[in-house]
């Protein structure tokens, strides 16, 4: 089968790769309908050391099932499912806190021999934990927002959640990517009545603004600092839903959140070092967040979607065959796309 391949930074393109085939009882081979590219896919994108040894990418997509192992029950041949961004049993004892991230025998795609998600077709491990059905036909208009169930609106999800948001918080949600996007729009569905949009790409916000958004700042640093404190009477808000992954976010985040306010990333952290220091301590500042169990949120994200009350999938502005997708890589590189959604 074809499958994207990553050799270095800027480097990404379709290649033959083996077919995958059932291995372990415990498998399901679902040959993928929609895959996409994520923001964090740009990392190695742009910084990965060049290697001959290609390695695979991708790790959003839906598809339907193909083949099954013996021991995968609740599913058939046929059936439409989407697959988080990371696999997981379902049954150990993190898997039932909901924390399937840190599954005791989970792990990650397109890596350690597992396929990943931009590719014709990809051998689930742990299929019945990992994989969930969806109700619809491989058609649906639907799927660019089932898509979304993948990764980036349970990521968005999260940061909400970690961070607490209810109808009494204030939000600013810094990054106007699609994961920050998705947290405006989580953030609107728990209730809240100000969310402020960080974020300087004018197509991006004006569709924040339709997820719910009630102020947007352009500004950045201490201009964009100030222009929020004044929007929230001086103080901040009350949680900060930091969707970026930069020190700078990070930063922001500390001056927009209000004293006892809570700063929850789901940004995959580009530095290694947040401050801890004492002006944080003296302001009561939490911090939470980290990578999403999306698992844990398709089940209650999903009949939301099949209503038409949240309409996530409005994060891809662009659609590639596999053959483009080095353009897609390309494109949202050079911020000429927001996100890119694959048709293998
Ligand atoms: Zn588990």
């Known amino acids: 089968m074809r499958a994207a391949v990553i050799h270095g930074a800027g480097d990404v393109h379709i290649e033959n790769v083996p077919d995958p085939t059932i291995r372990q009882p415990t498998d399901a081979l679902v040959r993928v309908v929609r895959a996409c590219i994520c923001g964090s896919d740009l990392w190695p994108y742009g910084s990965l050391p060049h290697s001959d040894t ?20 609740g599913f058939a041949r046929g059936d439409l499912v989407v697959a988080p ?27 350690d021999g597992i396929d990943g998600g931009q590719g014709e077709a990809v051998r689930v491990p742990q299929a019945q934990g990992t994989l969930v059905k969806l109700p619809v036909a491989a058609d649906s208009a639907l799927l660019p927002s089932l898509m979304t169930l993948s990764d980036v609106f349970p990521t968005g999800y999260h940061c909400a959640v970690k961070a607490g948001v209810t109808p009494r918080t204030t939000v600013t949600v810094i ?4 994961v920050g996007l998705s947290a ?31 102020d947007v700042v352009a500004e950045r ?9 004044g929007l929230t009477g ?31 990333r789901v940004g995959a952290p580009q530095y290694s070092q947040v401050p801890m220091d004492f002006g944080p301590f003296l302001r009561n ?27 996530p999938g409005r994060v891809f502005d662009r659609t590639v065959g596999l053959d483009e997708v080095p353009d897609g890589y390309q494109a949202m590189a050079d911020r000429k796309a927001l996100k890119v959604l694959v048709t293998p």
Do not use: N
Not at 206 to 213: K, N, S
């Open 175 to 178: 990054g106007d990517g699609a």
């Open 85 to 111: 961004f990371v696999w997981s049993d379902g049954t150990c004892e993190f898997c039932r806190e909901g924390l399937q991230t840190s599954c005791r025998h989970g792990g990650s795609w397109a890596r």
């Open 54 to 73: 290609e390695q695979r990418i991708g790790h959003e997509f839906l598809g339907v099932v193909e083949d099954l192992g013996a021991d995968v029950a």
């Open 221 to 229: 640093g201490e201009a964009g600092i100030e222009k929020v404190r």
């Open 184 to 214: 405006v729009l989580a953030a609107k569905r728990l209730g809240a009545e100000q969310i402020i949009l960080m974020g300087r790409h004018r197509e991006r916000t004006d569709l924040g603004v339709e997820f719910g958004a009630t």
């Open 285 to 311: 500042i939490t911090r939470t967040g980290g990578v999403a169990p999306a698992r844990a949120y398709i089940d209650q994200l999903l009949p939301d979607i099949l209503d038409g009350r949240i309409e």
């Open 234 to 264: 001086g103080d901040g808000t009350h949680t900060v839903l930091e969707c970026v992954g930069l020190a700078a976010a990070i930063e922001t985040a500390l001056g927009v959140v209000r004293d006892g306010g809570v700063v929850s």
